[in-house]
């Protein structure tokens, strides 16, 4: 309030001058995209990389592997782009060393960048059990477009794979190179694939389709070690009962590990990943963390809903923008395998406050099935026909009671909607109602 009783705007921050950068994966790249559009932005925006090509989908690496599509359509934009959005871009360069007193980094190419604002996005790298035989010629993660086309030329001679981890990458890996020719056993060390996603029923299902395929699939099978044909390259995965999965190829895809070498060398708060508080701050005030490299409330991060909206708190924190801070929400996940679909969100065990509602069509290979408490939705998950998915999702995060629609969720979202928009129109409280 001023002195005469009226009131006045506050004055807009100064933007920051300069902004780095460090990551052109898909949140660094998403980032850039949030700022250049603002009026707030930094003034000056430099994006360093370490691989040598501009932001691409990683989440398109399966695809691509499998040959459904070309490398090109990975790509989000091209350098020209950040040429015309005045983004100083930076390829090919690994960030060695961050002195935070002095606001300025340096590259392996021994570049140093100065900065006034830094915010880190180097994602994460694939997790490797600590198994003997993993650093021979042949075992490959799945992470990347160099990873992609080193699998695709070594599925062309055809031969063994096998892949190690039955989760999303592992699956998708797996169905990648059989069909580009080989033959692959997936071994799982759970005692159902996805476990962390799919009931026993869905992972059945999924089970079963893939093997109909052709692939094999080993469950509740541990990796002992990785055998050497003498030459230093891998020639196949014994498992610790025994077995024996001849392999020229093994793919490792048990999970991710946040990159923070980094910001534990520049002194920043590290746990698992780079703490960060809900504005997506480091222990550095100067110093930001995003994506797959941050953790916040004990929460680290693999998929892209959540990264996206901490891309939108960020952006808008440093445009100068009031913007409340990141809140943790349910995610869904679908497989990306053609053929196959699935959704599955909330919990993937009923505790004894649930309701559960089935629907299981064995020779049309669907399954859906529901958590409910106190008539809310909280959790799903469903095979074969995925069309309701998203509607059932979007009434888990509404909240909504359900009570009304009970006998018709299974049926699908048309016909639950329907019973919910009768028994609003019902409803003595309607606005029909009190007009009348």
């Known amino acids: 309030m001023c002195s005469d009783g009226s009131t006045r705007a506050q004055a807009a921050p100064d933007p920051i001058d300069h902004l780095v950068i460090v990551g052109n994966g898909m949140a660094g790249q998403r ?22 090509c501009p932001a691409y989908n990683r989440i398109l690496l399966s695809p691509l592997l499998a040959g459904e599509m070309e490398r090109e359509a990975l790509t989000l934009r091209d350098a020209a782009w950040y040429a015309e959005h005045g983004v100083e871009l ?22 140093e960048i100065a900065y006034d604002r830094l915010v880190l996005a180097t994602g994460s790298r694939p997790a490797m059990p600590p198994i003997p035989g993993l650093d021979l010629d042949g075992v490959r993660a799945f992470r990347d477009l160099d990873d992609a086309a080193v699998l695709t030329r070594t599925a062309e001679n055809g031969g063994r794979a096998v892949v190690i981890g039955g989760g999303l990458l592992g699956l998708e890996a797996a169905e990648g190179l059989r069909k580009r020719g080989m033959t692959v056993s997936i071994v799982q060390r759970d005692d159902r694939l996805m476990n962390r996603q799919l009931d026993a029923t869905a992972a059945d299902l999924l089970e079963r389709e893939l093997a109909g395929r052709g692939l094999e699939i080993v469950t509740g099978g541990q990796l ?39 910001a534990q060398a520049a002194g920043l708060e590290v746990n698992r990943a780079v703490v960060v508080d809900a504005h997506l701050t480091s222990s550095d005030p100067a110093i930001h963390a995003l994506g797959e490299c941050c953790e916040f409330e004990g929460q680290t991060f693999g998929l892209v809903e959540p990264i996206w909206r901490q891309v939108e708190v960020l952006a808008a924190r440093l445009a100068g923008e009031d913007v409340e801070g990141y809140v943790e929400a349910p995610t869904a996940t679908k497989l990306k395998v053609s053929g196959i679909s699935l959704y599955a969100f909330g919990p993937i065990e009923p505790d004894v406050d649930h309701e559960v509602l089935t629907y299981h069509d064995p020779e049309h290979g669907d399954y859906r099935r529901l958590l409910l408490r106190g008539g809310r939705l909280e959790g799903a998950v469903l095979y074969g026909d995925t069309a309701s998915g998203p509607w059932y999702f979007e009434q888990a995060l509404a909240g909504r009671d359900l009570t009304a629609c009970r006998a018709a969720l299974l049926l699908g979202a048309a016909d639950a909607q329907a019973l919910l928009d009768d028994a609003s129109n019902e409803s003595p409280h309607s606005p029909a109602k009190e007009a009348a």
Do not use: Q, S, W
Not at 32 to 39: A, C, F, K
Not at 238 to 261: H, K, M, T
């Open 224 to 262: 002992d070690h990785l055998e050497d044909d003498g030459r230093g390259h891998v020639i196949a995965a014994r498992l610790a009962d025994g077995r024996r999965l001849p392999a020229e190829c093994v793919v490792v895809a048990i999970g991710i590990a946040p990159n923070v070498a980094l």
């Open 31 to 52: 980032l850039v995209e949030g700022l250049v559009r603002r009026d707030g932005a930094p003034r000056r925006i430099t994006l360093v990389g370490e691989e040598p």
């Open 90 to 111: 930076v390829l090919g360069e690994r960030v060695e060393t961050i002195d935070r007193e002095a606001r300025r980094l340096t590259t392996d190419g021994g570049r």
